[in-house]
C-alpha cells in the first residue's frame, strides 16, 4: 500500500503549502483509491494535490475521521471537482447525501474492502481507517480524539497493528507503541519529538509531500 500525505502542519516536500489540518491518499492494491480526510482548506487541499501530480477525479471513496474543521474543511471544495465518490462518515458527523454519490454513515467497525476497514466511531467522536496488510495492520488517525490506546484496541479485533499514523494529540502511553514496526506522528501531535527521541528507528518523519510504501 501507498500512503501521500497530502495536508499537514509541516512540510516534507518545501513546493507544497503547509496548513493547520490532515489529509492523505490510501492506495491499496485492487481498491479504490481512498481520500482519508480533507483538511481545513480547499484551496490548499486542491493546489498540493496538483504539485503532489494527484488527480482529484481518480478518487473514488473519501474516509471522514471526524468532523473537525481541519479534517472536513476542504470537503466542499473537493466535491465540486469530484462529487462521483462515496464517503464514508462517522455517525456524528451529518453530511447531506446529495453532495456525493453516496454517502454511507458509520457507526459499528465495517469492512469497507477486503481488507480496509473503519474501526467505527469511538467515543462518539472519531473513526480511523485500518488497512490489513502482509506486515500486519496499518492504522491511519485523524486526531486520536477516543485516545490511541481505543484505537488500537479496536483496531486489533482485526488483527495485529504494525504501524500507526496520523495526528496524536496529547498522546503520551508511549509503551502502547513499543511493539510497532512504524510510527507515522503528524499534524496535531504533541509530543513528536519525544517519539522521535524514543524510537528512532521506527519513527517515519511525516509532512505535506511524504509518501509511504509498506
Known amino acids: 500500500m501507498k500512503i501521500t500525505i497530502i495536508y499537514d ?17 490510501v492506495e491499496v492494491e485492487n481498491c479504490p483509491k481512498i481520500l482519508f480526510d480533507t483538511g481545513a482548506n480547499g ?17 473514488e471513496e473519501v474516509f471522514i475521521s471526524h468532523a473537525h474543521f481541519d479534517h472536513v474543511g476542504g470537503l466542499s471544495d473537493f466535491l465540486r471537482v469530484n462529487n462521483q465518490v462515496k464517503i464514508y ?3 456524528s458527523f451529518a453530511l447531506d447525501p446529495s453532495m456525493a454519490k453516496e454517502v454511507i454513515t458509520v457507526t459499528e467497525p ?3 474492502h477486503g481488507n480496509i476497514y473503519s474501526t467505527g466511531e469511538l467515543q462518539g467522536i472519531e473513526q480511523s481507517l485500518v488497512v490489513k496488510t502482509k506486515k500486519g495492520l496499518v492504522v491511519i488517525a485523524g486526531c486520536s480524539h477516543p485516545g490511541v490506546r481505543e484505537i488500537l484496541h479496536a483496531a486489533s479485533e482485526i488483527g495485529e497493528v504494525r504501524t500507526l499514523i496520523g495526528g496524536l494529540h ?3 502511553e508511549f509503551n502502547l507503541i513499543d511493539n510497532l514496526d512504524n510510527i507515522c506522528p503528524t499534524h496535531c501531535t504533541q509530543f513528536i519529538r ?14 505535506a509531500g511524504r509518501v509511504i510504501v509498506i
Open 9 to 25: 502542519n509541516e512540510l516534507y516536500k518545501k513546493d507544497l503549502t503547509p496548513d493547520w489540518g490532515f489529509s492523505c491518499l
Open 43 to 59: 484551496s490548499i487541499l486542491l493546489g498540493n494535490m496538483k504539485k503532489l501530480g494527484l488527480d482529484p477525479k481518480s478518487i
Open 89 to 91: 462518515v462517522p455517525v
Open 110 to 112: 465495517l469492512q469497507i
Open 170 to 172: 496529547g498522546f503520551n
Open 194 to 207: 519525544e517519539i522521535k527521541d524514543l524510537y528512532p528507528d521506527k519513527t517515519i518523519e511525516g509532512g
